[in-house]
């Protein structure tokens, strides 16, 4: 098949000639399995100072962090490193 490289082509192709959500569903499989095969070896992050730069920060003597970062891995890091830490999402929200 000519457009076999071209995935809105074979979603569509797939959408019309067998079930509507197989494209959505085949993709998700795909990408569960990809994830699961990704990290099911893995071994966590060690954030504590000095075996990464989070863990180094964490373990300055600073009364206060803020970050910007969509993750919790500074939280993480300052747990690591035996600090008391608390997080505030968005206080000047509504």
Not at 54 to 68: M, R
Request: aromatic share 6%; glycine share 2%; proline share 6%.
């Amino acid at each position: 098949m000519e457009e076999s490289r071209d995935l809105a082509r074979v979603a569509l192709f797939l959408a019309l000639t067998h079930e509507r959500a197989l494209p959505k569903e085949l993709m998700q499989r795909t990408l569960r399995q990809k994830m699961s095969d990704l990290f099911s070896n893995h071994n966590p992050v060690r954030l504590s100072a000095p075996h990464h730069p989070l863990g180094i920060l964490a373990a300055l003597p600073l009364p206060i962090y803020i970050t910007t970062n969509y993750d919790d891995m500074m939280y993480r890091a300052l747990q690591e490193n035996r600090k008391k830490a608390q997080v505030e999402i968005c206080a000047w929200n509504s």
